[in-house]
Nanobody, 123 residues
Framework: QVQLVESGGGLVQAGGSLRLSCAASRLPFSLYTMGWFRQAPGKERSFVAAISRSDDSTSYADSVKGRFTISRDNAKNTVFLQMNSLKPEDTAIYYC????????????????WGQGTQVTVSS
């Protein structure tokens, strides 16, 4: 079955950086748009960023635009999220997910999900 495994989360001070990775297996990776979502305690899961299957288009939530960068390496079946200038409100569990269609921001439109990685930003 399809597996998405996130890594790279941790504890960082405000203003710091983290790079998340998501490795996919048993998935025709280059055929899928990949996305990142996050969920803070007591809140719904929300869209963070997405990248098209051919790496020519990206999309970001307004709250992270200019601070986060999504990228992918189709040869390694991996998608990345570079997070800079982190703020305490970025604290959440971060999930990667796969969908067939670029431009989708609803979690319900993503077919496959990882287990998540915790990101904690201290003030």
């Amino acid at each position: 079955q399809v597996q998405l495994v996130e890594s790279g989360g941790g504890l960082v001070q405000a203003g710091g950086s983290l790079r998340l990775s998501c490795a996919a297996s048993r998935l025709p990776f280059s055929l899928y748009t990949m996305g990142w979502f996050r969920q803070a305690p007591g809140k719904e899961r929300s869209f963070v960023a997405a990248i098209s299957r051919s790496d020519d288009s990206t999309s970001y939530a307004d709250s992270v635009k200019g601070r986060f960068t999504i990228s992918r390496d189709n040869a390694k079946n991996t998608v990345f999220l570079q997070m800079n200038s982190l703020k305490p409100e970025d604290t959440a569990i971060y999930y990667c997910a796969a969908t067939l269609f670029f431009g989708r921001r609803a979690a319900s439109e993503y077919l496959y999900w990882g287990q998540g990685t915790q990101v904690t930003v201290s003030s």
